[in-house]
Structure formats: C-alpha cells, structure tokens
C-alpha cells in the first residue's frame, strides 16, 4: 500500500519564475487537500478537493496560486510568478470518509500527509 | 474563529520517562475532532491520535494518550516512555468548520529526548 507522494521533493527557483508541484493521493482516497507550512510553524490550509471539485479555497491562495484536480486522481499547485515570501514547505494530504469513525455524530477524516515539496525562491 | 494554541516551543524529556504536550483550542462548534501529529526532520506528517469532542474516555494509541479537558478547553498529549525517536515536532490540530475536514494546527512543540 503506497501513501501520499509529492514531487519534486525540493524545488529552488527565481523570482518571478513559475512552478508547479504534484500530488499523488492514496488510490481510494476522494478528498485530498494542499497545506503550506512556513519555518518553524504549523500548516495552514490552502485548498481542498472532493474527487475534482475544488470545493473550498483559503484566502491565502492569492490570484497567483491555482490548484487542479482532474479525474479526481492526482493533484498539481501551481504557483506563477513566485516571490520570496512563497518559499515554504508545500505538503499535500489525503483521506477518505469510508475510512472514519463516527463520534458523537462527528466523522473523523484522518489525514494521510505526504513527504511535502520544499521551495526555495531566491 | 477557531485557533489551537500551542505555549511549548521546546521541550526536553529524559529518555524512559513520561512526558506532557500542551495544547488549548478555541471553538464555537458543538463538535470537533482534535488530532496530535509528529513530525520529524525529514518533513512528513505523522499522525499520532484523535479525540472527538463527544468522547467519554480520553483516547489511547500505545505509548500517546490524549487528556481531554473540555471544560477547560485542553488537549494534551501524553507520551509514556519516551525513546530517542520520539524527539520530533508535535502539532495539535482542530478539525475546522464544515464539512471539509480541513485542519488547523498550532505552532508545534519542539521535542528533544535525552539518553
């Protein structure tokens, strides 16, 4: 059973270049979601997808930030135009509701996180 | 708005003994999950435990157990029996509004095990 994959791993790029990271999900898993962390922070949500619907977006994601998930597999971020301020760990997750348990009326989702893609923008 | 606060930037535990995690939370929702993951150096995340807010007893998974206290609004994780490849960076997480299930995490705590 294979988990979450990200590539590239670690990407450094100029300024004013554009990149675009890529997430492999676990097989079943319908809901996938992009987080980015920050040195010495914990993740903030970025976006998130059920099957290929982007279904909800953080105010984060600026114009220059658009993610994809079509077919409902794989997911790519891409970021145009980088700056500085975008270097940061880019970290991908996935889960499945069939895999949850039910408490007290809440359905835990368990996220699966992948390695994260690293970016440096000089 | 919903915010996890973590007050530990640091931690040393000796290598067998226990050690505690703090983590408060802020939420107006009726239910919530709450989560504990690790994360080590090489970057990816862990996860460790899960707490439903409608949850009489506090979870356990092994050496991680979760004291819940909810009027006080804390989570805090316990770990029994440090090793040496526990000292990683711990995040707790509140599973935000609606039903995306995405996470909100706190600023970690930095855990170094001692032999």
């Known amino acids: 059973d294979t988990g979450v994959s990200q590539d590239p791993r670690h990407k450094i790029t100029k300024r004013g270049q554009n990149v675009t990271f890529r997430c492999d999900p676990i097989?079943?898993?319908?809901?996938l979601y992009w987080y980015r962390q920050t040195l010495g922070q914990g993740p903030e949500f970025l976006t998130y997808?059920?099957?290929?619907?982007?279904?909800?977006k953080s105010r984060l994601l600026s114009d220059r930030f658009s993610a994809e998930r079509p077919k409902g597999s794989f997911s790519t971020l891409e970021i145009q135009r980088t700056e500085q301020g975008d270097s940061a760990m880019y970290l991908c997750?996935?889960?499945?509701?069939?895999?949850?348990?039910?408490?007290?009326?809440?359905?835990?989702?368990?996220?699966?996180f992948g390695p994260g893609t690293r970016l440096t923008v000089t | 708005a919903q915010k996890i606060t973590q007050t530990q930037p640091g931690m040393f535990v000796q290598e067998k003994e226990a050690v505690t995690l703090d983590c408060t939370y802020d939420?107006?929702?009726?239910?919530?999950?709450l989560f504990w993951y690790k994360q080590p150096s090489s970057g990816e995340m862990i996860f460790l435990i899960y707490?439903?807010?409608?949850?009489?007893q506090n979870a356990t998974e092994g050496r991680y157990s979760l004291n819940f206290q909810k009027a006080r609004k804390s989570a805090n994780l316990v770990i029994s029996a440090s090793q040496l490849g526990d000292s990683a960076m711990y995040f707790c997480?509140?599973?935000?509004?609606?039903?995306?299930?995405?996470?909100?995490f706190g600023q970690g705590t930095t855990l170094q095990v001692k032999p």
């Open positions: 997750a996935s889960s499945s509701p069939e895999t949850g348990e039910l408490a007290g009326g809440l359905i835990n989702y368990e996220q699966y």
């Open positions: 097989s079943e898993h319908n809901r």
């Open positions: 997808f059920q099957n290929e619907a982007q279904l909800e």
């Open positions: 939420t107006s929702d009726p239910s919530y999950g």
């Open positions: 707490q439903g807010s409608y949850d009489q």
């Open positions: 997480a509140m599973r935000g509004s609606g039903n995306t299930g995405k996470l909100i």
